[in-house]
């Protein structure tokens, strides 16, 4: 509460969406702050509202500058300023999935899903052997695991982890080949990087 209100003072304004978020638009210049429990990471187009924003904080409160950000939940920055390119990355972080789920050593597949492939409610378990066969998968896992990558930094996910989470309530043998299919993909392309370019 302190700090919210300290911010404010310095004329930030606080995300209705998500209050770790904090932005600050002067004069066509911009500031945004973003909280991670007891982290703060700075962004704007402008280096002296940010020096000034540093220097407000520091008077305000026991902080400790960590340089330049390259690594922030599980996300890997990459930032190449002479020809305006700035990369995210989550290389480790797949590769963390990869081994947790037993596929880091498997065959990688060129895409994730092709025309052909058929989810339905059908291939859901449907009798007792079935669901006993399912309740030692870690399906609702992995799947939260490839939708966390694909709201970060991998939007060729999107379609696939949409379908496979249809069935996180009831997933059937067939829908845990599905995931294992998408883990190969993701084995065969964990350098893929989100990247944005100065235009």
Same mark, same amino acid.
């Given at each position: 509460?302190?700090?919210?209100?300290?911010?404010?003072?310095?004329?930030?304004?606080?995300?209705?969406?998500?209050?770790?978020?904090?932005?600050?638009?002067?004069?066509?210049?911009?500031?945004? #702050?973003?909280?991670?429990?007891?982290?703060? #990471?700075?962004?704007?187009?402008?280096?002296?509202? #940010?020096?000034?924003?540093?220097?407000?904080?520091?008077?305000?409160?026991?902080?400790?500058?960590?340089?330049?950000?390259?690594?922030? #939940?599980?996300?890997?920055? =990459?930032?190449?300023?002479?020809?305006?390119?700035?990369?995210?990355?989550?290389?480790?972080?797949?590769?963390?999935?990869?081994?947790?789920?037993?596929? =880091?050593?498997?065959?990688?597949?060129?895409?994730?899903?092709?025309?052909?492939?058929?989810?339905?409610?059908?291939?859901?378990?449907?009798?007792?052997?079935?669901?006993?066969?399912?309740?030692?998968?870690?399906?609702?896992?992995?799947?939260?695991?490839?939708?966390?990558?694909?709201?970060?930094?991998?939007?060729?996910?999107?379609?696939?982890?949409?379908?496979?989470?249809?069935?996180?309530?009831?997933?059937?043998?067939? =829908?845990?080949?599905?995931?294992?299919?998408?883990?190969?993909?993701?084995?065969?392309?964990?350098?893929?990087?989100?990247?944005?370019?100065?235009?």
């Amino acid at each position: 509460m302190k700090f919210d209100e300290t911010i404010r003072k310095f004329g930030f304004n606080e995300n209705e969406e998500d209050n770790c978020i904090y932005a600050k638009f002067k004069n066509g210049k911009f500031i945004f #702050l973003i909280m991670y429990v007891n982290d703060i #990471l700075l962004a704007s187009s402008n280096v002296n509202l #940010l020096l000034k924003t540093k220097k407000f904080l520091f008077s305000k409160f026991d902080m400790k500058n960590l340089g330049e950000t390259s690594f922030v #939940l599980e996300i890997e920055i =990459h930032r190449d300023r002479r020809n305006g390119v700035l990369a995210l990355s989550q290389k480790a972080y797949l590769e963390k999935i990869l081994k947790k789920y037993g596929m =880091h050593k498997s065959k990688p597949t060129p895409a994730p899903i092709v025309n052909g492939d058929s989810f339905g409610k059908h291939q859901c378990p449907k009798n007792k052997y079935e669901l006993e066969q399912m309740k030692a998968v870690p399906y609702a896992s992995a799947v939260g695991s490839l939708q966390y990558a694909q709201v970060c930094t991998r939007p060729d996910l999107s379609f696939v982890t949409g379908v496979l989470g249809r069935y996180q309530s009831n997933p059937g043998i067939e =829908h845990w080949k599905m995931v294992k299919k998408v883990l190969r993909y993701v084995r065969g392309t964990t350098g893929l990087m989100l990247t944005y370019r100065k235009s």
